[in-house]
């Protein structure tokens, strides 16, 4: 699931049943789902770490990562998704396939053509489209 790791404590069942129905295509409803993820997770890298670690991380849904100093726990740093895209948009240039990208559609980057799920609410009865 990601990059959470749930506490050892925590009763796997769930997890596993989830991971289960997913598996086989079974519609799972978002009630189960909904808490899985810990709120405002705090997550770390050191200032040494590659890039692709970064974007890695803000994959799984963090928006905010400290940076801190290697071999410590001393944040120098705050790396946020809306800074890495106005890095990349600023300087571009820098970064000739990067800049490549700016002109083409978000179709040709198949950006945002995967599968929609929806929940529609008919009669206050809630319907998977």
Do not use: C
């Amino acid at each position: 699931m990601g990059l959470y790791q749930p506490d050892e404590d925590e009763d796997m069942s769930s997890f596993e049943e989830l991971a289960r129905k997913a598996r086989a295509g079974s519609t799972i409803p978002v009630k189960l789902v909904k808490d899985l993820g810990k709120k405002d997770p705090f997550i770390t890298v050191p200032e040494t770490e590659g890039l692709a670690k970064v974007v890695e991380v803000f994959g799984s849904g963090v928006h905010r990562i400290a940076v801190v100093r290697e071999g410590t726990n001393q944040v120098i740093g705050m790396i946020s998704q809306l800074r890495l895209i106005s890095f990349f948009w600023e300087h571009g240039r820098s970064f000739p396939t990067i800049d490549q990208l700016y002109p083409r559609s978000l179709r040709e980057l198949n950006i945002g053509s995967g599968e929609v799920i929806s929940i529609k609410y008919v009669f206050g009865k809630r319907n998977r489209l």
